[in-house]
């Protein structure tokens, strides 16, 4: 089995700074893309940032120039710096990784349990 645990969320006033991590742990051969999510209360979860192995990324529009993903493979072990905070970015949010096990061949998508992100005005 794979588990991911996120850390680092909390309040913030807006304009302010966080972090997030996401740790990968259990049965890994290898994780190919991994992102983060966000769902704020009566909305739908939504892609916020995603990196591939390769360290390629994407972004949701409304956090470009604002939040930078990054991963430490060594670590298994993705990033989420976010920078000027807007109330808007409140939210949970989710670590997600497609993790190939050593049961393989072939990757499975598994979801950490959220970190709450409260911005506020």
């Known amino acids: 089995q794979v588990q991911l645990v996120e850390s680092g969320g909390g309040l913030v006033q807006a304009g302010g700074s966080l972090r997030l991590s996401c740790a990968a742990s259990g049965s890994i051969f290898s994780i190919n893309a991994m992102g983060w999510y966000r769902q704020a209360p009566g909305k739908q979860r939504e892609l916020v940032a995603a990196i591939t192995s390769g360290g390629s990324t994407n972004y949701a529009d409304s956090v470009k120039g604002r939040f930078t993903i990054s991963r430490d493979n060594a670590k298994n072990t993705v990033y989420l710096q976010m920078n000027s905070l807007k109330p808007e970015d409140t939210a949970v949010y989710y670590c997600?990784?497609?993790?190939?096990?050593?049961?393989?061949?072939?990757?499975?998508?598994?979801w950490g349990k959220g970190t709450l992100v409260t911005v506020s005005s």
């Open positions: 997600n990784a497609v993790v190939v096990t050593t049961l393989g061949p072939y990757g499975m998508d598994y």
